[in-house]
């Protein structure tokens, strides 16, 4: 078995535990994370974060792999598409030496990068689109986060709507803040003005809308990870 045939394996095999645990949680929805379950949760962040490789680029496709207008699916949690708060600017804080606000201006400033991977929804789906905006890396290096921060939580303005991510992942290269698709400025029903992408998350990780991004020395939960989904759930 190659490396990479190995990890997808072992992936699928922890998934499959993550998903046994789901069926579980339904007796016990207000406490998702304490008890038996919360252990195997751990155990499963500390073993898809040992699997994962930051150096590991996913293929970038081509633009004749994009799917076709209208066949890349929204996918939400409300009924319309929230509308920014008046005068947006994305906060960003938590544990760092300089917390910064971001206007659309100053992140469009920052330097611009192109990922054009396939996304991944946990219910089935996938779709390829390239995003355009600024790598989280770059974020971070603004702020110069702690050397205790092993987290990074992403808010939305959707009222609810939130995730967290171990740090290797949000610092991965193909860890993006997207502010444009397709070459288009990004639209509505795909996150405006501002969403998280990447290559090595499942698509729920992604947060739309997004408000504030925190970087953080303790765990976080998620709307869906709250709800029994996989924490780490990576791709
Ligand atoms: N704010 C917000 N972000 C969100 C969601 C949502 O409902 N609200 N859905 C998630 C899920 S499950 C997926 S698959 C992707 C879908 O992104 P898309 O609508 O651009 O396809 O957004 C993620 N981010
Ligand atoms: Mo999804």
Same mark, same amino acid.
């Given at each position: 078995?190659?490396?990479?045939?190995? !990890?997808?394996?072992?992936?699928?095999?922890? !998934? +499959?535990?993550?998903?046994l645990a789901v069926g579980g949680l339904a007796c016990d929805s207000n406490r998702p994370?304490?008890?038996?379950?919360?252990?195997?949760? =751990?155990?499963?962040?500390?073993?898809? =974060?040992?699997?994962? $490789?930051?150096? *590991?680029?996913? #293929?970038?496709?081509?633009?004749r792999e994009e799917s076709l207008p209208g066949d890349f699916p929204m996918y939400r949690?409300?009924?319309?598409?929230?509308? &920014? &708060?008046?005068?947006?600017?994305? *906060?960003?804080?938590?544990?760092?030496?300089? &917390?910064? +606000?971001?206007?659309? $201006?100053?992140?469009?400033?920052? #330097?611009? +990068? *192109?990922?054009? @991977? *396939?996304?991944?929804?946990?219910?089935?789906?996938?779709? @390829?689109?390239?995003?355009? /905006?600024? =790598?989280?890396?770059?974020?971070?290096?603004? @702020?110069? #986060?702690? &050397? !205790?921060?092993?987290?990074?939580?992403?808010?939305?303005?959707?009222?609810?709507?939130?995730?967290?991510?171990?740090?290797?992942?949000?610092?991965?290269?193909? +860890?993006?803040?997207?502010?444009?698709?397709?070459?288009?400025?990004?639209?509505?029903?795909?996150?405006?003005?501002?969403?998280?992408?990447?290559?090595?998350?499942?698509?729920?990780k992604m947060v739309k809308y997004l408000a504030e991004v925190s970087f953080l020395p303790?765990?976080?939960?998620?709307?869906?990870? $709250? !709800? /029994?989904?996989?924490?780490?759930?990576? @791709?």
């Amino acid at each position: 078995m190659s490396g990479a045939t190995r !990890r997808r394996f072992l992936g699928a095999g922890l !998934r +499959t535990a993550g998903l046994l645990a789901v069926g579980g949680l339904a007796c016990d929805s207000n406490r998702p994370r304490t008890g038996f379950l919360g252990v195997m949760e =751990r155990v499963n962040e500390r073993f898809q =974060r040992a699997l994962f $490789d930051p150096g *590991r680029l996913a #293929p970038e496709l081509s633009e004749r792999e994009e799917s076709l207008p209208g066949d890349f699916p929204m996918y939400r949690i409300g009924d319309d598409y929230p509308a &920014p &708060p008046e005068g947006w600017a994305l *906060r960003v804080g938590g544990l760092v030496a300089r &917390p910064v +606000t971001l206007s659309a $201006d100053a992140l469009a400033r920052l #330097p611009r +990068t *192109r990922t054009r @991977v *396939r996304h991944h929804c946990v219910e089935g789906w996938s779709a @390829v689109a390239a995003w355009d /905006g600024v =790598r989280l890396s770059e974020i971070a290096r603004l @702020v110069g #986060p702690d &050397p !205790r921060v092993r987290y990074v939580e992403f808010r939305s303005f959707e009222p609810g709507y939130y995730s967290s991510w171990d740090l290797e992942s949000a610092l991965h290269p193909q +860890t993006i803040l997207a502010y444009g698709m397709n070459g288009q400025p990004l639209a509505r029903e795909y996150g405006a003005p501002l969403r998280l992408y990447s290559a090595v998350k499942l698509g729920y990780k992604m947060v739309k809308y997004l408000a504030e991004v925190s970087f953080l020395p303790v765990r976080t939960g998620g709307y869906w990870e $709250d !709800r /029994g989904y996989e924490w780490f759930a990576g @791709v």
